[in-house]
C-alpha cells in the first residue's frame, strides 16, 4: 500500500487479492456460527492462561509457579548460612530494635522461614517466643512479595481475618515484613513489624524498613564465612 499517496489524496493502486472475497465470506459464516462445546472449552483455557501470563497479581503467579525444587533451593540457601536454632546476637537484636523505634510498633521480628516453621533470629516484643508453625504464617505470604508486604488490618483481609495470630495473641492487626534475599536472592525470611493496632507505614519508614531487611541479609551472609 502506497501510503504517501494516500495521504497526498492520490488514487492508490493495490494489488488485488485472489480468494479475499470468499475467504471473508467463510469466516462471517464461521463467525455466525455458534461455537461448539470443544471451541468454548479452548477459548476458555486460553484465556484463563492470558490471564495468569498478563492481568494476575505476581504474588499469585509466584503461587501458581512454585515447584518443589525452588523450595529446595530456598531451604538449601537458608541451612548454607548456618542461622537456625543459634543463639541471640547483638547485631540482629540491633536490627530489630531500630525497626521498632523507626515504626513505633511493638513488635518486630528477624523472622527465618524453615520447613514448617519461622524461627526467630531475634525478636522484640514476644519474649520467650522462638517460633511458631508455618502454616500460620504472615511471613510465609511476605516472602513471595518483592518488596514491602503490608497488610494495615488483619481482620479485613480474608487470608488472615480467621489466623490464630489474629484472634488470639499477640492479636496482629497491622503487620509489615520485607524479605530477606541472600545468596543469588533466595528468600530466606523476613524482616517484619507486628502491631495489635491497624495502621500504615509512611514511604520513607518502608524504605528504612527495607535496608534494615538488606543489612540482616548481608550480615548473614557474613556470618556464614566466619
Known amino acids: 500500500m502506497n501510503t504517501i499517496g494516500a495521504d497526498a489524496g492520490l488514487p492508490v493502486r493495490r494489488r488485488p487479492r485472489i ?10 459464516a464461521a ?3 455458534p461455537p461448539t462445546s470443544a471451541q468454548v472449552v479452548h477459548r476458555g483455557r486460553r484465556r484463563r492462561l492470558l490471564h495468569c501470563a498478563c492481568g494476575a497479581p505476581r504474588a499469585a503467579l509466584i ?8 523450595e ?5 540457601v537458608l541451612d548454607s548460612l548456618r542461622i537456625l536454632d543459634s543463639d541471640p546476637e547483638p547485631f540482629f537484636d540491633a536490627l530489630t530494635r531500630a525497626a521498632c523505634a523507626m515504626a513505633g510498633m511493638p513488635i518486630a521480628l528477624i523472622s527465618l522461614v524453615d520447613g514448617e516453621r519461622q524461627w526467630f533470629k531475634s525478636q522484640v516484643g514476644l519474649d520467650g517466643t522462638r517460633q511458631t508453625p508455618r502454616d500460620i504464617s504472615f511471613c510465609t505470604w511476605a516472602i ?13 483481609d480474608p487470608r488472615f481475618a480467621d489466623n490464630p495470630l489474629v484472634v488470639g495473641a499477640p492479636n496482629v492487626r ?4 520485607v524479605p530477606i534475599q541472600a545468596g ?8 517484619c513489624l507486628l ?29 556464614a564465612m566466619l
Open 174 to 177: 497491622h503487620y509489615v515484613g
Open 19 to 28: 480468494g479475499v472475497e470468499r475467504s471473508h465470506s467463510a469466516s462471517h
Open 144 to 156: 513471595d512479595a518483592d518488596g514491602v508486604f503490608e497488610i494495615e488490618d488483619a481482620t479485613r
Open 63 to 70: 503461587h501458581f509457579w512454585r515447584c518443589p525444587m525452588t
Open 195 to 223: 502491631s495489635p493496632e491497624p495502621g500504615r507505614l509512611r514511604p520513607n519508614q518502608r524504605e528504612a524498613l527495607s535496608g534494615l531487611a538488606e543489612a540482616a541479609a548481608r550480615g548473614m551472609e557474613q556470618r
Open 72 to 76: 529446595d533451593v530456598r531451604q538449601s
Open 31 to 33: 463467525m455466525a456460527a
Open 184 to 191: 543469588a536472592g533466595s528468600r530466606v525470611g523476613t524482616l
